[in-house]
């Protein structure tokens, strides 16, 4: 009865209840942090040390996203990350790739201070790297294919570890820092990166969808 | 180029960028608000009147994050909200409904101090309205169907409001409390409810994917 792609496998809430009474803990619900290291669990929204509080906050929210995706893609072959589900649809592979991408484009946008506006002026790593899993479609279907699980989440970390990085030069000053020429008008860059954060989300809900109806691979949920 | 379930409708962000020109912005980006009403812009991520700091500015995000499942159901008919991908898929009405079901089942939980780990203690209306939604699958295929858009949209619009009232009465020491007996391990509960924001990414992304497949109806994204 719950919301599972949060979960390592798809399972009764009330099932797991029963498996804490294996190691019952202490269970008293709304309590306290009983130590310095909740603060920081994986499980627990909040500032983190080296980023200021707000950053911090966010860096804990997109952790525990990309935790999730991680999860809907594990024991993933190459040829499970290259099903098509139809003839319009993206494969697992590209919409992963899909992500590095975003994250690079964002970190163009807020850390590089480049508009957009103009196409000739994206840096050369994006155009060659990153450009055709950005767009996604039949071009991605042609192009994205023949790669290891490794190589998409060599590409997720290598670009999620620069905007972490560029995240501890910031402070919360800049993560409320309002563009108003922004195209879906005036937003900060809390917004953008929590956008950048829930788009892990929407893709994961896709990639879950997708390896639940791949031959032989379990299903990661809902 | 961009990630388009944050837009009306797919486009080519540069294609936007020129639309801006027919009303040009002073677009110096990276500037500070520049009036009061900027703070709580939907696309500004922040405190919002009437709740703690924290909980306003997850209150920013779940705000921010129903929009976009809004627009990705805007205009279904009951047909479609009806549609099945496949024999295994949730209709986008049976999405809807599960959406609603995991703001009322983090509000049993949160807020009514209810463990969730006897399902027998499990409010009466919770039962008939939300148990089948929640758990999706067969018993969902079978029963919601036949529903108007309005009828999801009251539902999502009613429990969140009651959310909402809630969390007005809350503080942020309250969403920095941890549970330690929860399921998925030691949680605070920003946690369980940045978790129910995501999830609706996570749906979202499912929802399109199903709209894009049903016929004659205009695609909302990726």
Redesign the interface.
């Known amino acids: ?3 599972s ?3 390592p496998t798809r399972r009764n ?2 099932k ?5 009474a294996v190691a019952p ?10 130590s310095a290291d ?1 603060s920081e ?6 500032p983190r040390k080296g980023y200021s509080p ?1 950053i911090g ?1 966010l860096v804990s ?1 997109m952790i ?2 990309r935790e ?1 995706v991680l999860r809907s893609v594990k024991g993933m072959s190459q040829k499970d990350l290259d099903f098509l589900l ?1 003839a ?3 494969t697992t592979g590209s919409l992963l790739l ?1 992500l590095a991408a ?1 994250d690079r ?1 964002f970190q163009i ?1 807020t850390f590089e ?1 480049n ?5 000739n002026a994206m840096p050369a790593d994006f155009k060659q790297k990153f ?1 055709i899993a ?3 479609g039949e071009p991605a279907r042609k192009s994205i294919k023949g790669n290891s699980l490794d190589f998409y989440l060599d590409a997720l970390s290598q670009v999620r570890e620069k905007t972490f990085a560029e995240f501890r030069k910031r402070d919360d000053q ?1 993560l ?16 953008k990166w ?2 950048v ?3 892990e ?6 990639i ?2 997708l390896r ?2 791949i031959p032989g691979l379990k299903p990661a949920g ?1």
Not at 115 to 119: G, I, L, P, Q, V
Not at 176 to 191: H, I, L, Q, S
Request: glycine share 8%; aromatic share 12%.
């Open positions: 009865m719950f919301p792609e949060c979960l809430f009330l797991a209840g029963a498996a804490f803990t202490t269970a008293t619900a709304f309590s306290l942090p009983t909740d669990a994986t499980n627990v929204i909040g707000q906050t929210q525990w996203m999730a139809d319009k649809a993206n899909h975003t484009l946008n201070g508009s957009m506006k103009d196409e450009a950005m767009d996604l800049w409320a820092t309002v563009d108003t020429g922004w195209f879906w008008g005036p937003t900060n860059n809390y917004c929590f956008h954060c829930e788009h989300s929407n893709h994961n809900g896709q879950k969808l639940g109806r809902e």
